[in-house]
């Protein structure tokens, strides 16, 4: 086998094998959507037919499988954390504190309900917010902490937890990336206030696009449900075959951010592979950790406390010394080139990224003093620098597959650390 690498025209660790496709139809999605089809009800704004909608059979399952008193589905992640932020009080001025080290919705939900985002740094090991960051981000605006557990960790909550009750804040839990994770016995979602999951095509729960917010506490479940339907929510008792299931409180002003009936149908069938499935990837992560972390990679880390992973995300972290100047990109396209994988570099910090840009959008334009709050060149956070410079990571998918997957992919990273000096030139 040639040692050039692939990417300077060498043959590749792999060829010729596709790796695992992302989504899989669970059992049963083709019968659910059909049904639905057929069913002459589509959204849960629509009339009421004599049998509970999909959307409320998703909640009710969903509730049940984290063990969450209340489950509300939305559009989108998106749409479950602005929802989140607007039921636990957050709005016009407020600072939140986020991960700088995330996806831009960390931000833009933020910035969406006229607040602040504050980016504080993350732990190098976790990727996940630092609490001690958090402490020392908070302020007299400070409402609120979004934690989002990345790729493949669960945070630091118990730290989150003491820090957000020692200024009376709310606790979100960003768990788009984490259905299915177990920190102390519980379900990643059910420690924060509010926990808000995003079932994205890319997410390890999919109907392509589609989330959820869920919360034990019934006074936040109600509010969410009235922001998520246009300031609706359902009745206590189903109406008349016919007329309207949603009845208008006006109790709270709401937006349109339902998860139609088609969608709530397939979450119902794609969740019951969920664990099987997180198990399935678990287990390829632990044998590519050890044989990474057995050539100097550093896989990313959990909190401790966290007794099952989900994998998102597969994070790793590059030997400091051997990799020193060199950019992270060139080494993920170096890896890219290997296995005909996505490898690419984890989030760069939010505060750079090309995502958050308020100033594009004048509906922030809220006053001078709101833009210069919201400028993201104010931050330098050493930490979340030097994770964006140093770790990569894939995509759940190639997980999905067998133990000869595991020995390409180690292989590649093997063969690029050997050839890493012809990367520098
Ligand atoms: C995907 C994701 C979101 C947003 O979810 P959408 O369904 O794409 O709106 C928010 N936070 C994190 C951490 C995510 O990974």
Not at 201 to 212: I, M, P, Q, R, W
Not at 254 to 259: D, K, P, Q, T, Y
Not at 295 to 321: H, M, W
């Amino acid at each position: 086998m040639s040692t050039a690498l692939a990417v300077h025209g060498g043959a590749p660790v792999r060829t010729g094998r596709a790796w695992p496709r992302w989504p899989r139809p669970a059992a049963g999605a083709r019968a659910a959507l059909n049904e639905v089809l057929d069913s002459g009800r589509w959204s849960i704004a629509s009339p009421y037919l004599g049998a509970p909608t999909q959307e409320e059979r998703f909640a009710a399952a969903f509730a049940g499988y984290l063990g969450a008193a209340h489950c509300v589905p939305t559009a989108s992640g998106t749409a479950a954390l602005m929802t989140a932020l607007e039921a636990c009080g957050v709005g016009a001025g407020d600072e939140v504190i986020v991960p700088a080290v995330s996806w831009a919705a960390s931000a833009s939900t933020v910035a969406g309900v006229n607040a602040v985002p504050v980016f504080a740094d993350v732990d190098p090991d976790t990727l996940c917010l630092d609490p001690a960051a958090v402490e020392a981000a908070v302020t007299p605006a400070t409402r609120a902490v979004v934690v989002v557990h990345l790729y493949s960790a669960v945070a630091d909550l118990d730290g989150l937890r003491a820090v957000a009750d020692r200024h009376g804040l709310a606790l979100i839990e960003d768990a788009a990336q984490a259905h299915g994770a177990v920190y102390r016995g519980r379900r990643a979602g059910t420690l924060g206030d509010v926990g808000t999951f995003s079932m994205h095509h890319t997410k390890v729960l999919t109907s392509g696009e589609g989330g959820a917010a869920v919360t034990d506490d019934p006074v936040l479940a109600r509010r969410i449900a009235h922001l998520r339907a246009d300031g609706r929510t359902r009745a206590a008792a189903p109406p008349p075959v016919g007329l309207p299931e949603l009845v208008e409180t006006g109790e709270l002003m709401g937006s349109n951010r339902c998860l139609s009936e088609f969608q709530s149908a397939l979450l119902v069938a794609q969740l019951r592979e969920l664990d099987a499935q997180n198990a399935a990837r678990r287990a390829n992560a632990e044998r590519l950790d050890a044989l990474l972390a057995a050539d100097g990679f550093r896989p990313q880390t959990s909190a401790p406390g966290t007794t099952d992973r989900t994998y998102f995300g597969y994070a790793v972290g590059l030997p400091e010394q051997e990799f020193r100047g060199l950019p992270a990109g060139l080494v993920a396209e170096a890896l890219t080139a290997e296995l005909g994988l996505h490898v690419r570099p984890v989030y760069r910090p939010l505060y750079e990224s090309p995502l958050y840009a308020p100033a594009t959008r004048r509906r922030f334009d809220l006053g001078p003093d709101h833009l210069k709050r919201l400028d993201p060149g104010r931050y330098d956070l050493p930490v979340s620098r030097r994770v964006a410079a140093g770790f990569l990571t894939f995509h759940h998918a190639a997980l999905l597959g067998d133990e000869s997957d595991v020995r390409d992919l180690a292989a590649a990273f093997r063969k690029v650390l050997a050839g890493r000096a012809a990367l520098a030139r």
